[in-house]
C-alpha cells in the first residue's frame, strides 16, 4: 500500500514536500512517480524516479521546480514543490510502475492523493 503525506495549504510562491510511503512489498524494485489531479481535469504526470534512484524525470511544466527523490531504505518516495502557483493545487498522487513509464494507465500501484491548496 502506498499512502501519500504532506499536503497543505500554502500562499504562491511557497514549498511543499509531500511524501509517499510504501507500507508492504518490494518497494526498491518499482519506480516510483507522483501525479496530479487538477478539479475538472485529468490526472497528469508530474515526475518520476526510476527504481535505484539514479535518474529523474518530469513533466516539461514541473522541471527545475519540483525534485523527486526517494529512500528505499524507508520505503518512501518525496516530491519537493518550490515556487508553486495556484495552478499547483490538486490532489498528489504517488504511483509505482516501471522505469520511465509516465502514462496513468501504465501504473501498477497506486496510492491515495493528498491534497494541496496553492492560494494567491
Known amino acids: 500500500q502506498l499512502q501519500a503525506f504532506g499536503g497543505g495549504l500554502v500562499q504562491a510562491g511557497g514549498s511543499l514536500r509531500l511524501s509517499c510511503v510504501a507500507s508492504e512489498g518490494t518497494f526498491s524494485r518499482y519506480a516510483m512517480n507522483w501525479f496530479r489531479q487538477a478539479p475538472g481535469k485529468e490526472r497528469e504526470f508530474v515526475a518520476g524516479i526510476t527504481w535505484s534512484g539514479s535518474t529523474t524525470y518530469y513533466s516539461d511544466s514541473m522541471k527545475g521546480l519540483f525534485t523527486v527523490s526517494r529512500d528505499n531504505a524507508k520505503s518512501t518516495v518525496y516530491l519537493q514543490m518550490n515556487s508553486l502557483k495556484p495552478e499547483d493545487t490538486a490532489v498528489y498522487y504517488c504511483?509505482?510502475?516501471?522505469?520511465?513509464?509516465?502514462?496513468?494507465?501504465?501504473?501498477?500501484?497506486w496510492g491515495k492523493g493528498t491534497l494541496v491548496t496553492v492560494s494567491s
Open positions: 504511483a509505482a510502475g516501471r522505469n520511465h513509464e509516465r502514462a496513468v494507465g501504465q501504473m501498477l500501484y
